[in-house]
């Protein structure tokens, strides 16, 4: 029987290791780019939400604007805002007739806006929408609380694209007014 040499046999394990990655990496390059690219490009959208206050006729009587741009793609880049301010509430620790204690709780409005993806001539995204407001005091024990008025949305939107949409609306308890979101999506070009 024939010995091998030690090197030969080595030199043959790597030609079998690495032919079928070298013959698989020269067939990747022979590939035009636009078949290499298997994802629809990116595109980005201005988004325009106006959280709406309507009284007891359905009509608007006070409105906030907040916009962004959010990204299709790879990259999906979504879009989120805060704003508000933090209200104290008496938790206890009285001192004569003096509250010493306070817990403080965010107020405002609050909206994320993530997974935005094509679907013909609409915007699908991933919303959701936390919108609270003072509604006045309310007095307990001699102490004047405030009332917070609170709505909270989350859902999967599907919007026209270029047209203005409610996609969200509630009744506000205490009237007969409500609150919603209106949502539009412009191609940024």
């Not at 990259?75 to 403080?104: C, H, L, M, W």
């Not at 509604?135 to 008025?149: D, K, M």
């Not at 609170?150 to 599907?158: G, P, R, T, Y």
Request: proline content about 6%.
């Amino acid at each position: 029987m024939r010995k091998i040499a030690p090197m030969a046999l080595a030199c043959c394990l790597m030609a079998l290791i690495f032919f079928p990655a070298a013959k698989l990496s020269a067939q990747e390059s022979d590939k035009t780019p636009e078949a290499k690219t298997l994802e629809p490009p990116a595109h980005f959208y201005h988004l325009e939400f106006v959280v709406q206050e309507t009284g007891n006729d359905g009509k608007p009587v006070n409105s906030r604007t907040y916009s962004g741009t959010v990204s299709t793609g790879r990259t999906d880049r979504g879009f989120s805002t805060r704003t508000g301010s933090k209200v104290p509430i008496a938790t206890g620790g009285f001192e004569g007739s003096k509250n010493t204690q306070f817990q403080y709780i965010d107020v405002g409005v609050s909206i994320d806006a993530r997974d935005p993806r094509e679907m013909g001539d609409k915007l699908a995204l991933d919303l959701v929408a936390d919108i609270s407001s003072l509604a006045g005091t309310q007095n307990i024990n001699g102490v004047n609380e405030p009332v917070v008025r609170q709505n909270k949305w989350q859902a999967a939107v599907l919007i026209p694209i270029g047209k203005q949409t409610t996609v969200f609306t509630s009744d506000v308890l205490d009237s007969k007014g409500g609150m919603q979101l209106v949502v539009t999506a412009t191609p940024v070009k």
